[in-house]
């Protein structure tokens, strides 16, 4: 069997989708549960709704990301400044301390996505944690997700496969 296709048992599913930040079923919810639960899968695409969990088209430019993971982190309790250039490829990041950090991404520049949130990783407290989708290596988008470290390690806990499925630490 394909781990996608393994069944989370709701209450699992219930306190992942919470984690992330659903607050209530949607029309994708309605559709996607099951009376066992929910696909790995289609979790994985519930939780890719949600406000922690970002992804980045690479046509995309700096402002189709970067506030959502500004607003992400400020929910988390760590302030983040963002400035975007003219240009709409290149920006500042600033934390509450007064450190900067010069941020870029162009789609034609053979640049992954990855140094904009390792910018990122570079400003947030060490309780904070960004992860990685595993298929970002090699596709053409990026999928990261933010959460406390406890909230990884709560999560962890419950079902450390689908975790690993999902998200995987940067290295």
């Known amino acids: 069997m394909n781990e996608g296709d393994r069944v989370i048992p709701l209450d699992v599913a219930h306190q992942f989708l919470s984690t992330f930040g659903a607050t209530e079923p949607t029309p994708l919810y309605d559709r996607r549960i099951r ?20 992804a980045m088209d690479w046509r995309g430019f700096l402002d189709d990301c970067v506030p959502d993971i500004v607003a992400a982190l400020a929910e988390l309790g760590t302030e983040i ?39 990122f990783r570079r400003l947030v407290p060490g309780d904070i ?39 995987v630490p940067f290295t």
């Open 35 to 54: 009376p066992d639960g929910f696909k790995l899968s289609d979790l994985h695409e519930l939780i890719g709704e949600q406000r922690f969990v970002f």
């Open 81 to 119: 400044l963002f400035q975007v250039d003219d240009d709409g490829h290149t920006g500042t990041l600033r934390d509450g301390g007064g450190r900067v950090e010069s941020i870029g991404y162009a789609p034609d520049g053979g640049m992954s996505f990855n140094s904009v949130v390792e910018a």
């Open 129 to 167: 944690e960004f992860r990685q989708s595993p298929a970002n290596d090699g596709s053409d988008g990026w999928e990261y997700a933010v959460l406390s470290a406890g909230e990884w390690a709560e999560l962890e806990a419950l079902d450390p496969a689908a975790v690993r499925w999902m998200f």
